[in-house]
């Protein structure tokens, strides 16, 4: 009976982090200026391995605990990137992603938390984790591709430096910004395996 009830307390967890990441916290529109006291991060988001996952990159200011989630779904249309084929688990190189550009306030943030869910599973980073980054006034902060891969008994993350294909994607989307706009603040964390839950 117990193991029953936890099935039940995962799948309406499931349908909770599924029905929030149906709205994700929206890129900027395509006409958006810079302004004083905001930034923009830019970040990809990648992911591999198994199907059937939406995936969810937490972040929170520090001093005012103000938090964002940024979603990426494997079963959406929100996609800059998609697989090469349909196999699943796909290779590390075989990957669907979106590009995120949103404006945060100036401040001192941390990448907290990073998810992954699927129907009959949750798979997630450690508890304590603190990649810390800053996001400063009147730019675009570019912070690196975060990719996910889950296989069935880990979940690999890490951030890697793709910002000439990841800049270039943005500037076609936002043909107002410039590279003065722009300044590399690269995520600081190595490449990570989890079990999963």
Not at 182 to 195: A, D, G, S, V
């Amino acid at each position: 009976m117990n193991n029953f009830i936890k099935k039940i307390c995962l799948w309406i967890t499931c349908c909770l982090f599924l029905s929030s990441c149906a709205t994700p916290y929206s890129n900027i529109p395509t006409n958006y200026q810079l302004k004083g006291n905001v930034g923009v991060i830019l970040l990809s988001l990648t992911a591999s391995g198994e199907c059937g996952f939406a995936y969810f990159a937490e972040i929170r200011e520090i001093f005012n605990k103000s938090s964002y989630s940024i979603g990426m779904q494997d079963f959406g249309y929100e996609r800059d990137w998609i697989k090469r084929n349909k196999e699943c688990p796909s290779h590390p190189d075989n990957y669907f992603g979106k590009l995120v550009a949103i404006e945060l306030p100036v401040g001192t943030y941390e990448l907290y938390q990073l998810e992954g869910m699927s129907r009959y599973k949750k798979v997630f980073a450690e508890k304590d984790m603190s990649v810390k980054f800053i996001v400063k006034a009147n730019k675009i902060n570019y912070l690196g591709n975060m990719h996910f891969h889950v296989n069935k008994k880990s979940f690999i993350y890490g951030v890697q430096n793709f910002s000439q294909r990841d800049i270039r994607l943005f500037q076609s989307k936002y043909k107002q910004f410039n590279a003065q706009d722009i300044i590399i603040n690269l995520l600081r964390m190595k490449e990570i395996k989890t079990l999963v839950a």
